[in-house]
């Protein structure tokens, strides 16, 4: 068995079902064992981003990491920036990034560049095989080290001469670390903090969001009075009705901190502490108030759930009924389309158990509110703020989950840095509906631009903000990828479009005209 | 005046013409300084790759840097794979990578990431300009780091607050650095080599392959028999019917050892020596015949052409003609649209002084071939191996090249890279043709998988190859992003669009189905 095999045979026995690879030359062998072994499949993007973003987005959703394999320094450059993200939402990927051997690296061919210094800033764990004996155990030891909590990207480098040569059968997968445990000194912290009658805040991030952790801490709020808040952008956020409401904090550091006004304690659980997006002159970067005392219960790398059903039973809060979101959709919308009507119809329509991946940008914010009472779905957020992620994270999170509906909520401007996607949903045959918010900008600019105190800016500061010279015609560009489109321009139209996408299974687009 | 009015008064005023930049909120007061400041110019890339693709272009037809402007961490991120391919060409460019203050930098905000880190590998000069008291000598500093022979990527990270804040004026331009002269003796002894009697290629690099320093080693090597190579990817070949003629390598290394052979005396001029591209089991990665003499006349970033005069002069060749490249154009083809065919329309067709941005991979060498006798022309090679690079080096070379016809070979495969670079040519209105051969795979690979030994590759391993499904509709791809398109599938009506495409000015698309 050649190392290719060893390590494709260690990550599909360690339960690793996707590769998501775009390869070239110094990948065929790794390609090659990829058909040859069962349980994992190959999954082509027809550029980088698509693929980091995809494993970002499977891995929010299955809970497990998927592989990525790249071709050398430039195919990692070209995944950075939804690694980024991937980074920011704690997901777990074990990148396999192809090179040279190195005795040829010694002679600076021209694909050759430092790959290890490149994957640092996004990775938990590096590796470079050149010296390993079983690429197999090299596959572990990623394997390992992307699933230790919180997760992150643990990047292998596999010179070609590693995959190509003989090497070991892989061993048994390792076992996988658990979260480091919450002390009960901690959690009986913050029993008394939550019991001492001040207005308390408990900030929920990772684990706490969905599934059991984010039950238990709606038994907690009911049972205290405290409230839910959460970053602005998190992984996934599991909401609607029947839920507990969770209240994200706003973008902008002034609706922040009034949001925040008035709290005395604020509880981090799987999370940091907020802070503004973005540095303004002036303006102060702190969100929370002054004196507000600060408790972890529990690190993004410790034992959340652990840690709430403890604080749970410590409050006596287990039997406790949380304060559900009770059902509520709105009319479907009519007249012109207009980000709320968009986002009216999407609240009257969104099917239940789907995934929202949501890069909307300023045309979103009514479609979060208008959903918060529909039948309960997962919402995933652009974590790190590097824009061109919706498309590639719908794509992931369609195949780790079949049978659910994935909508993509996007705008246009993130949607061109990796409208490839799409191709990779019509060759998958992926059931997303992708909503393109096409205002022929980037909104968020414009905002930014007067808040900053440009009041009238000049016809270049507009220019770069302006996406409409020429007009992108999103039908015939999802289209010419594989992808049936259609253009609403109307709230009804869009309500009929959407209803028509979310019928039937497969890839939708719907280019929503602002 | 603020720090990002310094900087950009400083860049026009020493002749920076074009910044290349998707900006985000750490960029707006570089963006409105950037409008207020006469003689430099944004462009708009809707992805990054275009911007440091365009910028590398830019650099290699007009001789001296543009500058990017990129949005943090993720911004850098997406422009690496196409300064991988500009740091292989030695184009300067000043790239300003927007950051958020250092106090925030603190409070690891979503988009904080370590940029110098991820800068290094593909930059000459990094500097992080938080304790910058004026940003206008960053940016001198920048420029002349970028301007240093053989020139190369100068990142200059400028935090949101020293743009904003008040800034001292920039004093003068810097001059620039000239390139390192080359020692007589050195000059002697490869004169005594070339007059030793013995087979003698001169390999020439940068300065060498176009203008004065591609017409001294033309009268050199009439003068004493030696014959001109180079390697296979160049950033700049000046090339066609009255220029001296210069033999490529052949990309895979069987073919250039044979090249070679029986060549006893190398001599690099303005590069290095050659090695493969990559590494294959069992087979040397040498190209050089055993027991080839090597001598250096000159490096990348030493004095190429002036050591090219100064052999001229004592080799006595500078009153010699060289041997000139004859007229000749292929007849218009007929039958199948092939790459064959494509590219004896192409040499029949174009245009005199064009410039040539050649991603074109396994369908472009007949293209190559068949213009080696058209009238004189500039070719731009896909110089790092990082596929993604024709359409952004394109739109760079229009800029660089008002009044040429620039013609973009590009395969379908690094097509879908940056395709966004078409919406900057139709909103440049700039005068590219791009041909897009389709042939719906990664033609390069499947040669490459044959070469490893995989004779009956599995569906999986065909599938990562194959483009066809779904196939990809260029014509729309190309009219959705405002530049018009047709489709060619016979040799003669290629030929026909071409000329169509060549007979007026703008952006223009050619679907080459093959």
């Not at 507990?244 to 008035?262: H, Q």
């Not at 309960?376 to 957020?381: S, T």
């Not at 007009?471 to 594989?482: E, H, P, Q």
Request: aromatic share 6%; glycine share 12%; net charge negative.
């Amino acid at each position: 068995m050649n190392g290719a095999e060893s390590l494709m045979r260690a990550l599909a026995g360690a339960g690793v079902e996707y590769c998501f690879t775009n390869p070239g030359t110094t990948e065929i062998h790794l390609v090659a064992a990829l058909e040859q072994t069962p349980g994992i499949r190959g999954v082509l993007g027809l550029f980088e981003g698509v693929c980091s973003g995809a494993a970002d987005g499977y891995a929010r959703m299955a809970g497990k990491p998927a592989a990525t394999l790249l071709h050398l320094g430039p195919g990692l450059s070209n995944a950075l920036a939804n690694f980024h993200n991937a980074r920011r939402a704690h997901s777990p990927v074990v990148n396999l990034v192809g090179d040279h051997p190195a005795f040829h690296r010694l002679n600076d061919p021209p694909l050759h560049s430092d790959i290890a210094t490149m994957a640092a800033p996004v990775s938990v764990w590096v590796r470079d095989a050149s010296g390993s004996s079983g690429l197999g155990a090299d596959g572990y030891a990623a394997l390992w080290a992307a699933s230790k909590p919180p997760g992150g990207i643990a990047t292998l480098i596999v010179p070609a001469d590693r995959a190509w040569s003989e090497s070991a059968m892989p061993g048994s997968p390792p076992e996988l670390p658990d979260p480091s445990p919450v002390s009960p000194e901690t959690v009986g912290e913050v029993s008394r903090m939550l019991t001492a009658g001040k207005p308390t805040a408990l900030l929920l991030g990772g684990r706490a969001l969905h599934g059991p952790g984010l039950e238990l801490a709606g038994r907690i709020a009911a049972r205290t009075g405290a409230i839910l808040i959460s970053h602005t952008f998190e992984a996934r956020f599991e909401r609607g009705a029947g839920l507990p409401l969770v209240r994200r904090l706003p973008y902008f550091p002034e609706a922040a901190r009034k949001r925040l006004e008035g709290y005395a304690q604020v509880i981090p659980v799987g999370t940091t502490v907020p802070t503004s997006f973005f540095a303004y002159p002036g303006s102060p970067v702190q969100v929370l108030p002054d004196g507000c005392a600060i408790k972890v219960l529990a690190g993004p790398d410790e034992d959340i759930v652990g840690a709430l059903d403890s604080l749970a039973n410590s409050l006596d809060a287990c039997g406790i009924d949380y304060h559900a979101v009770p059902l509520n959709r709105p009319a479907p919308p009519a007249g012109p389309l207009t980000a709320e009507t968009a986002g009216a119809a999407l609240g009257a329509l969104l099917p239940e158990n789907a995934v929202i991946s949501d890069e909307s940008g300023t045309s979103g914010a009514f479609s979060y509110r208008f959903t918060a009472g529909a039948p309960p779905h997962d919402w995933l957020c652009l974590t790190g703020g590097s824009i061109g992620q919706g498309i590639p994270v719908a794509t992931g999170a369609a195949l780790a989950c079949p049978g659910r509906k994935v909508v993509c909520l996007q705008g246009d401007g993130g949607a061109m840095y990796t409208i490839q996607g799409l191709w990779t949903q019509a060759r998958e045959n992926l059931d997303v509906t992708t909503v393109i918010f096409s205002n022929r900008s980037y909104g968020i600019l414009r905002v930014e631009l007067e808040r900053l105190g440009f009041d009238s800016p000049g016809t270049e500061i507009a220019d770069t903000m302006d996406l409409s010279r020429p007009d992108i015609d999103w039908v015939k560009l999802a289209s010419a990828l594989g992808v049936p489109a259609v253009r609403a321009q109307s709230a009804e139209g869009f309500y009929d479009d959407l209803a028509a996408a979310f019928a039937e299974p497969g890839p939708r687009l719907i280019e929503a005209v602002l």
